[in-house]
């Protein structure tokens, strides 16, 4: 039987910490869907059009057109698009001891709305656990070099957004 996981997240924009666990995800499930989420608590900088095409850019181009590996947006609770998906383990990255407040909390939320659904945290690598989206976003506002964090694709489409803000 195909073990179906699912990464969610808003990947705004993707990272090379995510293509980190996007790779290990890989040994723990035979196929991965990478979610992007419509409504989280933050306000994106890219459309959810924008961070998918970016997303299926990197797996592309890292991941060599990986088959086991799709890209979807949703919308709504991830415990539906996860039951939709006919999958019940979610996927997270955990980069420090800070983060894992947080993601047991959803993961207990999660779980208590879908009793089917359980959450797999892996670590990201020693290379990866200081990069995030967000501080990504901020070095770059400031004219800071960011090319060993993310792809030049990526770079380029994050330059051009802060241009046009
Ligand atoms: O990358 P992020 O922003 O930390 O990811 C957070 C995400 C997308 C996993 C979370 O906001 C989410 O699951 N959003 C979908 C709506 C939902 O189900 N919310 C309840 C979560 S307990």
């Known amino acids: 039987m195909t073990k179906i996981g699912v ?6 924009p993707v ?5 980190d666990i996007i790779n290990k995800a890989l040994l723990v499930v035979d196929h991965l869907i990478v979610a992007i989420a419509c409504d989280t608590t933050k306000t994106p ?12 850019f990197e797996i592309n181009h890292t ?14 609770l991830l415990v539906n698009f996860v039951n939709s998906c006919g999958s019940s383990v979610i996927i997270r990255g955990l980069r420090a001891v800070s983060d894992f407040e ?3 909390q ?19 690598s020693e290379k990866t656990h200081f990069i995030s989206s967000k501080l ?4 770059a506002r ?19 957004k802060l241009k046009n803000q």
Do not use: W
Request: charged content about 30%; glycine content about 6%.
């Open 106 to 124: 959803m993961s207990c939320m999660n779980t208590k709305l879908q009793p089917n659904i359980q959450t797999i945290f892996l670590p990201a």
């Open 45 to 56: 900088l890219f459309t959810a059009e924008e961070r998918k095409e970016m997303i299926e």
């Open 63 to 76: 991941l060599g057109r990986n088959k086991a590996v799709e890209v979807k947006v949703f919308e709504g």
């Open 136 to 139: 990504i976003k901020q070095v």
């Open 142 to 160: 400031l004219n800071g070099d960011i090319k060993d964090f993310t792809s030049e694709f990526v770079l380029d489409k994050l330059k051009s």
């Open 7 to 12: 990464y969610p997240g808003s990947f705004d």
């Open 102 to 104: 947080y993601e047991f």
């Open 15 to 19: 990272t090379k910490g995510h293509l």
